[in-house]
């Protein structure tokens, strides 16, 4: 089961701050299709939002087809994000979290690895790879 949490200060939107913790889960293999949602009644008891930011998310979700609404019994995913297997996935990100505590011990702080990751990211993308 996915938990939200909402950051106040990141200039984006309730509802997509939930679409894209849902994409995210979708990516990582934490969400998998069959998966049911939590209800909008059970997501508005845990971030005090309103029910219809709730009902947006996940309507932007079924638009892109990622979920399915079905009436009486909630909403459940229809299909994943991704194409890495979850062993390589799991893999991908050991690797990568022994790179970043490489990068602590080095004395870089977290700002510090965002910008290589990101610029690393961006470079990638220029070549066509990503």
């Not at 939107?13 to 849902?22: A, H, N, P, R």
């Not at 209800?39 to 219809?52: F, K, R, S």
């Not at 290589?116 to 070549?127: D, G, V």
């Amino acid at each position: 089961m996915i938990h939200f949490h909402l950051d106040p200060r990141s200039g984006v939107s309730t509802y997509m701050q939930l679409v894209q913790q849902i994409k995210h889960a979708l990516r990582l293999g934490l969400l998998e299709p069959g998966d049911r949602l939590p209800t909008a009644g059970e997501v508005v008891a845990a971030l005090a939002i309103n029910p219809n930011t709730v009902l947006k998310a996940y309507r932007e979700l079924e638009r892109e087809g990622l979920v399915t609404a079905r009436p009486g019994l909630g909403t459940f995913v229809e299909r994943t994000l991704g194409d890495a297997s979850p062993v390589a996935r799991a893999r991908l990100g050991r690797q990568l979290a022994g790179w970043m505590r490489t990068a602590y011990g080095a004395g870089l702080a977290r700002e510090d690895i965002e910008a290589l990751f990101t610029a690393a990211l961006r470079e990638i993308a220029q070549e066509g790879v990503a």
